[in-house]
């Protein structure tokens, strides 16, 4: 599975968008870029995921460029409870389970 | 429908003893991942299992082991525990494992004294 980078953090203010970005330059073909959220001491929660074209549902965006390089999750009025720890992984679509997670990007949410 | 079920939520064990912990995935899952999550290391991938078969496996010692059983649910046991085996061990499941997403319960939080 490819590497990926985030910022170790970020803030926002509440109400406000939150744009959180990730670096997967050496994404393959095949693998779709996915987006988790851990809030502190649960397990993590699956928010979006993609593979070329960008995407939107009840909890977020995604926007994947157009060389597939890098994507931001965008979250688009962030409340206190989207505070958490945002993982941006890419993996192929098959084994699902076996996804390898790097920092993550502590989102701050302030009132 | 219920979710991951992780048993017990909280672990205190001694060092050199062992430990099983036990995973029931969703109804009708049959892939099971196995995740160890520390402050230092992150979230990393322990092994998956895929109709009682070990499908996948991370880079830890054979001190790490797992199962599944006929029903899906799986264990996990831990020999000869170290301190640094003290995590938040979570667990994952899905249909098939080739799935686009995978369902995470609360996690155990095993201490080793």
């Known amino acids: 599975d490819a590497k990926t980078t985030q910022p170790p953090s970020m803030d926002c203010a509440e109400g406000r968008a939150a744009n959180l970005p990730c670096n997967h330059s050496?994404?393959?073909?095949?693998?779709?870029v996915y987006w988790y959220r851990q809030i502190h001491s649960q397990g993590p929660q699956y928010i979006i995921h993609?593979?070329?074209n960008n995407e939107t549902n009840e909890m977020a965006s995604l926007i994947i460029t157009e060389d597939r390089k890098s994507s931001t999750l965008i979250l688009p009025h962030a409340t206190l409870r989207d505070t958490a720890v945002y993982y941006c992984?890419?993996?192929?679509?098959?084994?699902?389970?076996?996804?390898?997670f790097g920092d993550g990007t502590t989102l701050t949410v302030k009132p | 429908k219920a979710g991951v079920t992780q048993t017990p939520r909280y672990l205190i064990k001694t060092r050199g003893q062992q430990v099983t912990l036990s995973c029931s995935p969703i109804?009708?899952?049959?892939?099971v991942s196995w995740y160890q999550q520390t402050p230092g290391q992150g979230l990393q991938f322990l092994f998956e299992y895929f109709s009682e078969t070990q499908r996948n496996k991370g880079n830890f010692p054979g001190r790490f082991s797992g199962r599944q059983f006929s029903n899906s649910r799986s264990e996990m046991n831990v020999s000869t525990l170290e301190l640094g085996d003290s995590a938040l061990y979570l667990c994952?499941?899905?249909?098939?494992?080739?799935?686009?997403?995978?369902?995470f319960g609360q996690g155990t939080r095993l201490t080793v004294v």
């Open positions: 050496t994404i393959s073909g095949n693998e779709y």
């Open positions: 992984i890419v993996r192929v679509g098959a084994n699902a389970g076996k996804s390898t």
């Open positions: 993609g593979l070329k």
């Open positions: 109804s009708g899952h049959r892939s």
């Open positions: 994952a499941s899905s249909l098939t494992g080739r799935e686009t997403e995978a369902f």
